[in-house]
């Protein structure tokens, strides 16, 4: 299962990606086998998931010691995993080569835990479109700030943090909301071995969130209802009738917590604007931001056009913030058709020349 998305950073010479790609997988793969290693042994010793082995992986190897509880894992067991650990020195890991070992390991977990749709990792390609945006939306001088309103293990929020850093001056800081207590481990566990200055919320991303305004709100939007129908009362995006769509609910939420003229960058499903409630939250978008733009994404990322979705590109309204004079519409080629999407992009980068003032 190759993981390792084929359009590299968008906008580099793709031949110096593929050469760095390659020892980067290289490397990737030397820590995917001491993850996956480890994991194996504690499975076995202590009888649990992959997900909760990788947790207590993690924990072991940023600890620089192997966690022992009712004589578990075995003396045997606890000399091959500081063998394995020996191998490591996480602060010399690039914090890329840290987040695609992560990702291996845990596409592994999807396997054999069955894990719930909604709790599987955004794709590396995705993450790396948002960071292209939110890179033409943003100036490369201010301040960027970024809120993952559904960070689940936090491979979209790492994704664009690690692409936009290298441009930056100011280091980014992030922050993630999520209520799965594995998910969210998973997650402190990839930002402490990527050394990423982010902070974590263990909360239902509906309740009120104390973290600081932020320039930047992103999110890959679980899909499906909300079934507490008596805490979105105060939701403009709440339904008529019966319980609410999440997605919306998380995008005016995210939304809300956006410094004026700041910018969500959401994946949501393709058909949001066809739906039974799109009335209510394109009345509530009109009072609280713009429609800057909808892009679809290539339909063979997807197993069926149900299941499609799109990046809406929204703007909180204040500051210099306007509504774009032609809403940036388009549906994105596949990844594979490296000249199609160059043009694409570059219809992109004229469209942001021509109406947004950052």
């Known amino acids: 299962m190759n993981s390792f998305p084929k359009v590299g950073k968008i906008g580099k010479d793709?031949?110096?990606?593929?050469?760095?790609?390659?020892?980067?997988?290289?490397?990737?793969?030397?820590?995917?086998?001491?993850?996956?290693?480890?994991?194996?042994i504690l499975r076995q010793q202590l009888s649990v998931s992959y997900?909760?082995?990788?947790?207590?992986?993690?924990?072991?190897?940023?600890?620089?010691?192997?966690?022992?509880?009712?004589?578990?894992?075995d003396s045997a067991s606890v000399a091959k995993l500081e063998k394995l650990y020996q191998t490591v020195t996480l602060s010399k890991v690039e914090p890329e080569?840290?987040?695609?070992?992560?990702?291996?390991?845990?596409?592994?977990?999807?396997?054999?835990?069955?894990?719930?749709?909604?709790?599987?990792?955004?794709?590396?390609?995705?993450?790396?479109?948002?960071?292209?945006?939110?890179?033409?939306l943003v100036a490369a001088d201010g301040e960027l700030s970024l809120l993952d309103i559904a960070v689940g293990t936090g491979n979209l929020l790492t994704t664009v943090i690690n692409q936009l850093q290298p441009t930056r001056?100011?280091?980014?800081?992030?922050?993630?909301?999520?209520?799965?207590?594995?998910?969210?481990?998973?997650a402190a566990m990839s930002m402490a071995f990527q050394r990423s200055q982010v902070e974590l919320f263990h909360q239902d991303g509906i309740d009120p969130l104390v973290m600081p305004k932020t320039t930047v709100a992103i999110g890959d939007l679980p899909v499906g209802y909300y079934p507490l129908d008596e805490r979105v009362t105060n939701f403009k995006t709440k339904a008529t009738n019966g319980h609410s769509y999440v997605h919306h609910?998380?995008?005016?939420?995210?939304?809300?917590?956006?410094?004026?003229?700041?910018?969500?960058?959401?994946?949501?499903?393709?058909?949001?604007?066809?739906?039974?409630?799109?009335?209510?939250?394109?009345?509530w978008m009109s009072s609280a931001a713009y429609l800057q733009g909808l892009l679809n994404l290539p339909k063979n990322l997807f197993l069926n056009?149900?299941?499609?979705?799109s990046v809406v590109v929204l703007q909180k309204h204040g500051e210099k913030a306007q509504q774009a004079a032609k809403v940036l519409l388009g549906e994105f080629p596949?990844?594979?058709?490296?000249?199609?999407?160059?043009?694409?992009?570059?219809?992109?980068?004229?469209?942001v020349g021509q109406n947004i003032k950052r």
């Open 97 to 136: 080569t840290s987040r695609r070992a992560l990702q291996l390991a845990l596409l592994k977990a999807i396997h054999d835990d069955r894990v719930d749709p909604n709790h599987q990792m955004t794709p590396d390609s995705i993450g790396l479109l948002t960071a292209y945006l939110i890179s033409k």
């Open 51 to 73: 997900i909760d082995a990788l947790i207590e992986t993690g924990d072991n190897l940023l600890g620089q010691t192997v966690q022992v509880e009712n004589g578990q894992p």
């Open 334 to 351: 596949s990844f594979e058709d490296t000249r199609a999407f160059e043009a694409f992009t570059a219809q992109i980068d004229a469209w």
């Open 249 to 283: 609910l998380l995008m005016e939420q995210a939304m809300s917590q956006l410094q004026p003229g700041g910018w969500g960058v959401f994946l949501v499903p393709t058909n949001i604007f066809q739906s039974q409630e799109a009335q209510g939250l394109l009345k």
């Open 14 to 40: 793709s031949r110096i990606f593929e050469e760095v790609s390659i020892l980067a997988q290289a490397e990737t793969e030397a820590l995917f086998k001491v993850l996956d290693q480890s994991v194996t």
């Open 305 to 309: 056009e149900k299941s499609r979705k």
């Open 169 to 186: 001056q100011a280091t980014i800081q992030g922050y993630g909301v999520d209520n799965d207590d594995d998910q969210l481990a998973i």
